[in-house]
């Protein structure tokens, strides 16, 4: 009985821990993927943005058009940016935002990601912007926004 019943442990955490394993980002295919909001194809990855439900990405060429998909669908597993500075994929929820009309982006969101609050507020006070967390952005106006980069 013992037996059966540590046997039967173990293979419930090994299937727990297949199951924990962190979601991560999937490959941007430039010229190919489109963006699941506005439909433009992604011809910049390190601009890219994407949103994993239930395993299946969904693809954004822009942070705004990302940020747009988030503000009307909130079940996602998960949600990464590229950061500006080093063009890797980070963990939006993690990151850091700088908006300001000089940042170029596909859509014209002017929003650039960073991995740390000390890093957006750096290239904030170079270059100009208001910093914003990732619930922070989730809560502004994304029209407003384009509006302004424009």
Same mark, same amino acid.
């Given at each position: ?102 940042? #170029? ?6 929003? $650039?990601?960073? %991995?740390? /609050? &000390?890093?957006?507020?750096? !290239?904030?006070? #170079? ?6 967390? $990732?619930?922070? %952005?989730? /809560? &502004?106006?994304?029209?407003? !926004? ?5």
């Amino acid at each position: 009985m013992k037996r059966k019943l540590l046997t039967f442990l173990l293979a419930l955490s090994m299937t727990a821990g297949c199951s924990a394993q962190a979601a991560k980002p999937v490959e941007i295919n430039e010229n190919v993927d489109s963006c699941d909001t506005c439909h433009m194809g992604i011809r910049d990855a390190s601009l890219a943005a994407e949103v994993l439900i239930d395993g299946k990405p969904m693809k954004f060429d822009d942070i705004g058009c990302m940020v747009t998909y988030l503000q009307q669908h909130k079940n996602i597993d998960a949600a990464f940016v590229h950061a500006h500075d080093s063009k890797e994929w980070i963990d939006f929820q993690k990151s850091y935002f700088v908006h300001d009309s000089s940042i #170029e982006s596909p859509m014209g969101y002017g929003i $650039a990601a960073f %991995l740390t /609050k &000390q890093a957006a507020e750096k !290239f904030a006070n #170079e270059h100009g912007g208001q910093v914003f967390s $990732a619930d922070e %952005l989730l /809560k &502004q106006n994304m029209m407003e !926004f384009k509006m302004h980069s424009h």
